[in-house]
């Protein structure tokens, strides 16, 4: 699999139908904002483009939301993945702390160096960091990145926290994005607030790469409908003070279970936990044989990656599956 999110890929093989999937494959809450109470229909006005207005209201708001000063520059786009497709020719050449986001492979090509340490990384090379790592959890500290970009001004320093809004402020480069100019962060919406058809993402930080990607994407980069939820969303604080304390809870829950089971994982990022086991492949193929579709990846055979179940059925439900995987499997 290249990307989670798809268990109708295993419902022939299963003989499952799509709706009786637990889908544990991706990392994407659960529980997302509740855009059709709180997003009056007439605000999303699909017959017009977005006036300009409109789309700065949109980044007024992302500033708000992530604490930026006005020298950050803000660009949106319909995801992220869409501004890492953008990035060769940009960014350049580039090397890659190790991460399974198959996108900047997809991207970059043959021409992407993968390292992994800082240390790994040449003076001629710019970086680019998946922060909090896919899939391992792993965090680098601001600190830490703040003290790269500053040993190499000349090159750029891009910092992926698709999965950053999960964590608490502190977690994230942005406060560094202004000043830092050599400093890209890629933030991802659909993630953290549950909507990923949505299409919407923001690229922060250095003028010059935010000024060439602005060129390449045009003057629409995002719908009506992803600025109007956007917006709403963005500016719903006390959801996402609540949301983070909830998923810091059920991933709790869910790492609960795997050790309850004997099982061996890593996770400092509450969206996914990486399972390492040395039957990971088999795991994943049991599991499915229930209903729970989980994330291979086929350069870590010994890993699976498990999202979080929505509620206390689900996670009852992946547990007795996980069960089931482990006694076809032994522990």
Same mark, same amino acid.
């Given at each position: ?48 483009l977005p006036a300009a207005g409109e789309t ?9 939301? *992530? ?125 953290? *607030? ?99 579709w989980t994330r291979r990846f086929e350069e ?32």
């Open positions: 699999m290249r990307h989670g999110g798809d268990p109708a890929a295993g419902a022939a093989l299963y003989g499952i139908s799509r709706s009786d999937w637990l889908d544990l494959s991706t990392g994407i809450n659960p529980r997302a904002w509740p855009w059709r109470e709180r997003v009056r229909p007439e605000a999303i006005d699909l017959e017009r700065n209201a949109l980044i007024a708001a992302a500033r708000r939301a *992530y604490r930026l000063g006005e020298d950050a520059q803000i660009l949106p786009v319909a995801g992220s993945e869409l501004a890492i497709r953008q990035l060769p020719g940009i960014v350049d050449p580039v090397a890659f702390m190790d991460s399974s986001y198959s996108s900047y492979s997809a991207a970059y090509g043959d021409s992407l160096r993968r390292v992994k340490e800082l240390s790994d990384v040449t003076a001629e090379e710019s970086l680019v960091i998946v922060n909090p790592n896919n899939p391992d959890g792993r965090l680098l500290s601001q600190q830490a990145i703040a003290g790269f970009a500053a040993e190499r001004p000349e090159r750029t320093v891009v910092v992926d926290e698709a999965y950053c809004d999960a964590l608490p402020p502190r977690s994230s480069v942005l406060p560094l994005a202004g000043a830092a100019s050599n400093l890209l962060v890629l933030r991802s919406f659909g993630k953290f *607030y549950g909507l990923p058809g949505l299409r919407l993402g923001f690229v922060i930080g250095a003028a010059g790469p935010i000024r060439e990607l602005k060129r390449r994407l045009g003057d629409w980069p995002v719908s009506q409908a992803a600025i109007a939820i956007g917006a709403a969303a963005l500016a719903d604080g006390a959801w996402r003070q609540e949301t983070r304390g909830w998923l810091a809870g059920q991933a709790g829950m869910l790492r609960a279970v795997l050790k309850r089971q004997g099982v061996a994982f890593r996770g400092n990022c509450p969206l996914f936990t990486l399972v390492r086991h040395p039957g990971a492949t088999v795991l994943h193929r049991r599991l499915a044989q229930k209903g729970v870590r055979p010994d890993s699976l990656r498990i999202g979080l179940p929505p509620d206390e059925a689900a996670l009852a439900r992946f547990e007795a599956a996980l069960e089931y995987a482990l006694a076809g499997r032994g522990k």
